[in-house]
């Protein structure tokens, strides 16, 4: 069964760049589209890359996505960080009818 | 817009059962499969169950396999959880969220409603 294995948290500065890691364990995570949502405290889950790296309407552009076959690994991308971008941010992927969510990384903007 | 809003949550005894609901507006309902997603208090997003657009296939976690009925009925743009034998272990926000298509993203979530299985 897949798992999706993601870092328990990381912190980046003002205006800066951070990069969240989405770990496959098992088989080829490119052989099916990886999501990542922002959840922010007290709210609910929003998405804000699907399919690999596809951004939805009114998602900021510091948001990217991709896919490293080589380490098996999904990458979130936010660059010019600011202090609302402070949440938890989820990896999602499926596998065999199992819809599969990672741990969960809290990025804290400080 | 897309709007997804749970209710029925509330306390209850293990081995009590509940059943949520989630009434949709805002798209085509009926051309839409629909999820419902779990998360403890302080954990990460755990997936459910899901239910095809027409409700003809349904999919569950091994974790609650055999004890929660996802259903849906299209005439009252209304989905629903029944959740029977509740645990301890299953206490939680539950979110039903819309899918993007059958086996792809999760696009829109309702706000949540909380479940808590206590004694």
């Known amino acids: 069964n897949l798992m999706l294995t993601q870092p328990h948290s990381v912190s980046e500065s003002p205006g800066k760049t951070v990069t969240i890691s989405c770990t496959g364990s098992?088989?080829?995570?490119?052989?099916?589209?990886v999501q990542w949502y922002q959840q922010r405290p007290g709210s609910a889950p929003n998405i804000v890359i699907y399919?690999?790296?596809?951004?939805p309407s009114g998602v900021p552009d510091r948001f990217s996505g991709s896919i490293d076959s080589s380490s098996n690994s999904a990458s979130l991308t936010i660059s010019g960080l600011k202090t609302e971008d402070e949440a938890d941010y989820y990896c999602?992927?499926?596998?065999?009818?199992?819809?599969?969510f990672g741990g969960g990384t809290e990025l804290t903007v400080l | 817009q897309v709007q997804l809003v749970e209710s029925g949550g509330g306390v209850v005894q293990p081995g009590g059962s509940l059943r949520l609901s989630c009434s949709a507006s805002?798209?085509?309902?009926?051309?839409?499969?629909m999820h419902w997603v779990r998360q403890a208090p302080g954990k990460g997003l755990e997936w459910v169950t899901f239910i095809l657009y027409d409700g003809s296939s349904k999919y569950y976690a091994d974790s609650v396999k055999g004890r929660f009925t996802i259903s849906r009925d299209n005439s009252k743009n209304t989905l629903h959880l029944q959740m029977n034998s509740l645990r301890a272990e299953d206490t939680a926000v539950y979110y039903c969220a819309k899918a993007g298509y059958t086996y792809g993203p999760f696009d829109s979530w309702g706000q949540g409603t909380l479940v808590t299985v206590s004694s």
């Open positions: 999602q992927s499926y596998d065999s009818f199992n819809w599969v």
């Open positions: 805002g798209f085509t309902f009926s051309s839409s499969g």
């Open positions: 098992s088989g080829s995570i490119a052989s099916n589209y």
């Open positions: 399919e690999d790296n596809q951004r």
